[in-house]
């Protein structure tokens, strides 16, 4: 293999590389500018699960009242 064949195929090598690497780039890219939705995924949780989330409302309401009334 003569030293032209072997830049050639580093060449040929390192523009697959690098347009394989435009491509992760383009996709890392879309998922940061994603919104996170972190309020739809709690909706979804409190709507498909509510008793918890009613009980831990009550429960820390309880907690609050109690601590509120020791206050003077």
Do not use: C, Y
């Amino acid at each position: 293999m003569s030293d032209m064949e072997t830049r050639q195929q580093l060449l040929e090598a390192t523009e697959r590389d690098e347009a394989e690497l435009d491509r992760a780039i383009d996709e890392l890219k879309q998922v940061v500018h994603r919104p996170f939705e972190l309020t739809e995924r709690v909706q979804a949780h409190i709507t498909a699960h509510p008793i918890p989330w009613l009980i831990g409302g009550v429960l820390v309401g309880l907690w609050l009242g109690s601590r509120n009334g020791r206050r003077t």
